[in-house]
């Protein structure tokens, strides 16, 4: 009788497994899901998407009054609404920045951190370039603290190069640029930069 029980009982185990392995999505679904969701924010938002070639032509910079963003090899949509301070402010390597933000997840449609309305909750990272790869690593902050990582989404950095302290950005990341959590659950997030500063 025990082991008919103990049959019966792996049996049941051994379907249950299945079942769960027919109901997951596999990597490309959750890819392709990706995709939609970004291409629907996009329609719904009304965004106008150039290439970088046409961002490089306009001087590196997008129309916000068209709702123009630029979309990189990498995935990143960008839109430039304040390009920052003087020409004595470009952010260069090993430049300490701190970032006011919005994180908002385009598959659940809210938002999900914001760290503009607690001063205590600045976020603060070391930047750093080698040869044409860029770096960041969170010294404190809420996107830090919420995620458990102390490295900056590669979506983040971005930006940089093209802005000067005192820039707001808006940011279209999807999954393979985010942080750790947004890669390991293909998670797209649309990030709204308010204050980049070299501090």
Excluded at 11 to 20: E, H, K, N, P
Aim: glycine share 6%; charged share 25%.
């Amino acid at each position: 009788m025990k082991k008919i029980i103990s049959l019966f009982l792996l049996s049941l185990t051994c379907g249950l497994v299945f079942q769960a392995c027919n109901d997951s999505e596999t990597y490309a679904e959750m890819l392709e899901e990706e995709k939609d969701a970004i291409n629907k924010f996009i329609r719904k938002h009304g965004i106008k998407v150039i290439t970088a070639e046409e961002f490089e032509k306009n001087g590196n910079e997008t129309d916000t009054a068209t709702n123009e963003y630029v979309q990189f090899s990498n995935g990143v949509y960008m839109q430039i609404v304040n390009k920052g301070g003087t020409d004595g402010d470009s952010i260069r390597t090993r430049d300490v920045i701190t970032v006011r933000f919005v994180e908002y997840d385009i598959l659940t449609e809210d938002t999900t951190l914001a760290n503009y309305t607690y001063p205590q909750m600045l976020d603060v990272f070391d930047y750093t370039v080698s040869g044409t790869t860029a770096y960041g690593q969170f010294r404190q902050g809420l996107l830090y603290e919420a995620y458990s990582t102390t490295k900056v989404p590669e979506g983040w950095l971005v930006p940089l190069q093209f802005v000067k302290s005192g820039a707001r950005v808006k940011l279209i990341v999807p999954s393979k640029v985010g942080h750790d959590t947004a890669m390991q659950y293909v998670y797209p997030f649309f990030y709204d930069l308010r204050r980049i500063k070299v501090w």
